[in-house]
T-cell receptor, first 115, second 112 residues
Framework: GAVVSQHPSRVICKSGTSVKIECRSL??????MFWYRQFPKQSLMLMAT?????????EQGVEKDKFLINHASLTLSTLTVTSAHPEDSSFYIC???????????FGEGSRLTVL | LAKTTQPISMDSYEGQEVNITCSHN???????ITWYQQFPSQGPRFIIQ???TKVTNEVASLFIPADRKSSTLSLPRVSLSDTAVYYC?????????????FGQGTELSVKP
């Protein structure tokens, strides 16, 4: 299957700082990327859907000014957690859609810990 | 979006066949059924996808009855490494505006 890479895999930051997570489709062009958040022992929660070159569509209850998503190219989407607080500590996962078949491939996830 | 219902947990022993059933009573005509596997602190991994009847690949089989209101993931001869959470998802093809909503998943525990 196709490969989606996330970076960093782990990040620890101080409260109030901003953190950027990158999601790259390594061997295919992802027309659409999904961003999820997962708390311990819980399922994945969809945060937003981004299409290359357009604004992301956020799910209800997700603050678009706090979770900035940029999908500038068909191989890169970024999630920036602005002014992070301890309650933002979570496992963030991206998924890229392979345009031709519509298959969805996930990254390895990024664990954010806000102190 | 079609909601899915799965058992929260299942136990099995090595070498057994495991069948996980998912209910999706309000599945739409355009919806596909996809199963993912997730290990702790990793992203979900695609297992299998189908629309109707039966689909089989090198790791699993997916059985879908004619009314498509449920589906069953079948894992032949499980091993300890199959211990994971399995998610059943229903939705339109993701390159046609569909989006992927995860349900609670089934935590499979394989014992020696």
């Amino acid at each position: 299957g196709a490969v989606v890479s996330q970076h960093p895999s782990r990040v620890i930051c101080k409260s109030g700082t901003s953190v950027k997570i990158e999601c790259r489709s390594l061997d295919f062009q992802a027309t659409t990327m999904f961003w999820y958040r997962q708390f311990p022992k819980q399922s994945l929660m969809l945060m937003a859907t981004s299409n290359e070159g357009s604004k992301a569509t956020y799910e209800q209850g997700v603050e678009k000014d706090k979770f900035l998503i940029n999908h500038a190219s068909l191989t890169l989407s970024t999630l920036t957690v602005t002014s992070a607080h301890p309650e933002d500590s979570s496992f963030y996962i991206c998924g890229g859609v392979f345009g031709n078949t519509g298959e969805l491939f996930f990254g390895e996830g990024s664990r954010l810990t806000v102190l | 979006l079609a909601k899915t219902t799965q058992p929260i947990s299942m136990d099995s022993y090595e070498g057994q066949e495991v069948n996980i059933t998912c209910s999706h009573n309000n599945i739409a005509t355009n919806d596909y059924i996809t199963w993912y596997q997730q290990f702790p602190s990793q992203g979900p991994r695609f297992i299998i996808q189908g629309y109707k009847t039966k689909v089989t690949n090198e790791v699993a089989s997916l059985f879908i009855p004619a009314d498509r209101k449920s589906s069953t993931l079948s894992l032949p001869r499980v091993s300890l490494s199959d211990t994971a959470v399995y998610y059943c998802l229903v939705g339109d093809r993701y390159n046609q505006g569909g989006k992927l909503i995860f349900g609670q998943g089934t935590e499979l525990s394989v014992k020696p």
